[in-house]
């Protein structure tokens, strides 16, 4: 691994690194992937269908805590705007009672035991919750600030009830991990941060558990001889052996493997992912498999399409006419920068959620390279070249089709990605300038920040594909800028500018309703479908994932969407 984790407390360090260890000693409840939900812990994902998720009818009284009619949580008084039980958008007044809406959710758990021979209980994962929800708790709390009740009815059945007018699309993941009430009782969530029982030598349900540590440097984790999957032969490993600091470049050049058996992904940086396509390193010549995957992270280059106009930023509106960028979309060697920059392991992108995604549209529009239909394109456009210098004009006015295009200066990869596109807008007749500034000045909250304060042409930057579609992040009502002119905020998402009535009503729907149900598939299909053809972006290519392991590891499995390859150490096994 590359550095050693400083916590393996649930709430402690929050690096890859350590999310991989406590895959080690705390048995997940779920996994995610391939863009989908799989019970591990859990019996079974909950769902509407098979009736372990439901709606209830509750009646809101005032001070109670409930979702208001614009998704806002709030407590309710007079002149609040509701969704009641029947859809129906009411004003609340003073001494009013307004049935609502509230999803209830159901979990079962298989008997899980701590490594001390402690059964798992219902307290246990109470405590879990309380612990979660608890201000000293560094985590997100929007689940549990949304939480009505979360109950034991037994010792491995939970459940769930959200706020009244709460639709969590990610219901059946509101289930929290354990923790041994019968060694931390008495103890507050701020002495939890940092006492060592937690932080060094955790109690365990998964398949290992510490054995010794030495911080910095070592981490032993021995099999745990009460794990509950013990008499199916789990884990298949005697022992698992953490070595820390690991330099990626130094290590593909060992044919050892510095005697590691698995190198895992925090050790390699972009200068060994784009270097993986190439001639084959000392540690592949001798033997050693490179595991690669696509990552969720996507590179992705923004229109400016309604940009912020100050004294210092003024051009002409170039994009937009949807055809001057599906003309550049065409234009864009997309293959090119994935076989220069990520060995030809990236994935190319054509939407805001990738091919293997299982919303993903079977006749969305693609728009391939072919500089010759692009040119095409930006005739029709009236974008021609005037005078015969390889240089487009806008038609009416003769001004010089030139625009920037930038990006954070600590990213090489985004760099190249911004050169190879200013190469391939040259055979289009589109001269592009590339600049590049600090992380913090380019990300930096508008009217300042170039990308959320839309001063931009072009902006070359991340984003990342869920499971849930992140159809948000073009929605009209996110459009960043000022919220006393009705915009989103300086830190809101949509920094293109982009507004589409019909995406904005296939998008809220389909955020209106709950997975597994057809407005959500259908509306997430037409807001996609609307995108691809819109191009208020052009989605590039996927970053990858890389570990390299020994030949005889067996079993490693890396999955975009689960975080770590440890998610199934339990059948990690090293041949004989």
Same mark, same amino acid.
């Given at each position: 691994?590359?550095?050693?984790?400083?916590?393996?407390?649930?709430?402690?360090?929050?690096?890859?690194?350590?999310?991989? @260890?406590?895959?080690?000693?705390?048995?997940?409840?779920?996994?995610?992937?391939?863009?989908?939900?799989?019970?591990?812990?859990?019996?079974?994902?909950?769902?509407?269908?098979?009736?372990?998720?439901?709606?209830?009818?509750?009646?809101?009284?005032?001070?109670?805590?409930?979702?208001?009619?614009?998704?806002?949580?709030?407590?309710?008084?007079?002149?609040?705007?509701?969704?009641?039980?029947?859809?129906?958008?009411?004003?609340?007044?003073?001494?009013?009672?307004?049935?609502?809406?509230?999803?209830?959710?159901?979990?079962?758990?298989?008997?899980?035991?701590?490594?001390?021979?402690?059964?798992?209980?219902?307290?246990?994962?109470?405590?879990?919750?309380?612990?979660?929800?608890?201000?000293?708790?560094?985590?997100?709390?929007?689940?549990?600030?949304?939480?009505?009740?979360?109950?034991?009815?037994?010792?491995?059945?939970?459940?769930?009830?959200?706020?009244?007018g709460y639709l969590d699309i990610t219901y059946f993941a509101n289930i929290w991990p354990p923790?041994?009430?019968?060694?931390?009782?008495?103890?507050?969530?701020?002495?939890?941060?940092?006492?060592?029982?937690?932080?060094?030598?955790?109690?365990?349900?998964?398949?290992? +558990?510490?054995?010794?540590?030495?911080?910095?440097?070592?981490?032993?984790? /021995?099999?745990?001889?009460?794990?509950?999957?013990?008499?199916?032969?789990?884990?298949?490993?005697?022992?698992?052996?953490?070595?820390?600091?690991?330099?990626?470049?130094?290590?593909?050049?060992?044919?050892?493997?510095?005697?590691?058996?698995? +190198?895992?992904?925090?050790?390699?940086?972009?200068?060994?992912?784009?270097a993986v396509g190439g001639d084959p390193t000392?540690?592949?010549?001798?033997?050693?498999?490179?595991?690669?995957?696509?990552?969720?992270?996507?590179?992705?280059?923004? %229109?400016?399409?309604?940009?912020?106009?100050?004294?210092?930023?003024?051009?002409?509106?170039?994009?937009?006419?949807?055809? +001057?960028?599906?003309?550049?979309?065409?234009?864009?060697?997309?293959?090119?920068?994935?076989?220069? !920059?990520?060995?030809?392991?990236?994935?190319?992108?054509?939407?805001?959620?990738?091919?293997?995604?299982?919303?993903?549209?079977?006749?969305?529009?693609?728009?391939?390279?072919?500089?010759?239909?692009?040119?095409?394109?930006?005739?029709?456009?009236?974008?021609?070249?005037?005078?015969?210098?390889?240089?487009?004009?806008?038609?009416?006015?003769?001004?010089?089709?030139?625009?920037?295009?930038?990006?954070?200066?600590?990213?090489?990869?985004?760099?190249?990605?911004?050169?190879?596109?200013?190469?391939?807008?040259?055979?289009?007749?589109?001269?592009?300038?590339?600049?590049?500034?600090?992380?913090?000045?380019?990300?930096?909250?508008?009217?300042? /920040?170039?990308? %959320?304060?839309?001063?931009?042409?072009?902006?070359?930057?991340?984003?990342?594909?869920? @499971?849930?579609?992140?159809?948000?992040?073009?929605?009209?009502?996110?459009?960043?800028?000022?919220?006393?002119?009705?915009?989103?905020?300086?830190?809101?998402?949509?920094?293109?500018?982009?507004?589409?009535?019909?995406?904005?009503?296939?998008?809220?729907?389909?955020?209106?309703?709950?997975?597994?149900?057809?407005?959500?598939?259908?509306?997430?299909?037409?807001? !996609?479908?609307? %995108?691809?053809?819109?191009?208020?972006?052009?989605?590039?290519?996927?970053?990858?994932? !890389?570990?390299?392991?020994?030949?005889?590891?067996?079993?490693?499995?890396?999955?975009?969407?689960?975080?770590?390859?440890?998610?199934?150490? %339990?059948?990690?096994? +090293?041949?004989?």
């Amino acid at each position: 691994m590359g550095q050693a984790p400083t916590s393996l407390y649930l709430y402690g360090d929050a690096s890859l690194p350590a999310t991989a @260890v406590r895959h080690a000693l705390y048995e997940n409840l779920y996994t995610s992937l391939s863009y989908g939900y799989q019970p591990q812990a859990l019996e079974k994902i909950p769902s509407l269908a098979d009736g372990d998720a439901y709606f209830q009818e509750v009646v809101a009284r005032e001070g109670d805590w409930v979702i208001n009619a614009t998704g806002r949580r709030v407590q309710l008084v007079p002149r609040e705007q509701l969704v009641n039980a029947a859809g129906q958008t009411v004003t609340f007044r003073e001494g009013d009672e307004v049935p609502m809406q509230q999803l209830v959710v159901d979990f079962a758990v298989k008997p899980l035991v701590w490594s001390d021979g402690t059964a798992v209980t219902g307290a246990d994962y109470l405590l879990g919750f309380t612990v979660a929800g608890d201000p000293d708790t560094p985590n997100n709390k929007t689940i549990t600030e949304r939480t009505a009740s979360y109950e034991a009815v037994d010792d491995t059945h939970l459940r769930w009830s959200g706020i009244p007018g709460y639709l969590d699309i990610t219901y059946f993941a509101n289930i929290w991990p354990p923790l041994p009430s019968h060694q931390l009782q008495g103890m507050t969530p701020r002495q939890l941060l940092d006492a060592p029982e937690v932080a060094q030598r955790p109690l365990s349900t998964g398949p290992f +558990v510490v054995e010794e540590w030495v911080p910095g440097s070592e981490l032993r984790l /021995g099999r745990n001889p009460n794990y509950y999957r013990a008499s199916e032969g789990l884990p298949r490993l005697g022992r698992l052996i953490f070595r820390f600091g690991t330099d990626g470049a130094a290590i593909l050049q060992d044919p050892t493997l510095n005697g590691c058996d698995v +190198v895992t992904q925090d050790v390699f940086g972009q200068e060994q992912l784009t270097a993986v396509g190439g001639d084959p390193t000392h540690a592949q010549q001798a033997g050693a498999v490179l595991h690669i995957q696509p990552s969720p992270i996507y590179e992705h280059i923004a %229109f400016g399409i309604d940009s912020v106009f100050t004294d210092d930023f003024r051009r002409p509106d170039w994009f937009e006419d949807k055809r +001057v960028r599906q003309a550049i979309a065409m234009c864009t060697d997309r293959q090119r920068m994935i076989d220069e !920059l990520t060995g030809g392991y990236g994935q190319m992108m054509h939407a805001y959620i990738p091919g293997q995604h299982p919303l993903y549209p079977a006749d969305l529009t693609q728009w391939p390279y072919d500089p010759a239909a692009a040119n095409a394109l930006l005739d029709e456009a009236r974008l021609t070249d005037l005078d015969g210098d390889g240089r487009r004009q806008e038609l009416s006015s003769g001004t010089t089709f030139t625009i920037t295009i930038g990006t954070n200066n600590e990213s090489g990869l985004r760099q190249q990605i911004n050169t190879i596109f200013q190469e391939n807008m040259r055979d289009c007749g589109i001269v592009v300038e590339t600049y590049t500034r600090s992380a913090g000045t380019w990300f930096g909250d508008g009217p300042g /920040g170039p990308v %959320f304060g839309r001063r931009f042409d072009l902006a070359e930057f991340g984003w990342l594909s869920r @499971v849930q579609p992140n159809c948000d992040l073009y929605l009209s009502e996110n459009v960043t800028g000022p919220e006393s002119i009705g915009l989103g905020g300086w830190s809101n998402v949509n920094v293109t500018g982009w507004r589409n009535e019909p995406f904005d009503a296939a998008c809220r729907a389909a955020r209106a309703a709950l997975p597994g149900t057809p407005d959500y598939d259908s509306n997430h299909q037409a807001a !996609l479908r609307i %995108f691809a053809d819109e191009l208020p972006a052009i989605p590039l290519f996927t970053r990858i994932e !890389l570990a390299v392991a020994q030949p005889t590891v067996q079993n490693i499995q890396l999955n975009t969407t689960q975080p770590s390859e440890l998610w199934n150490v %339990f059948e990690w096994d +090293v041949e004989e």
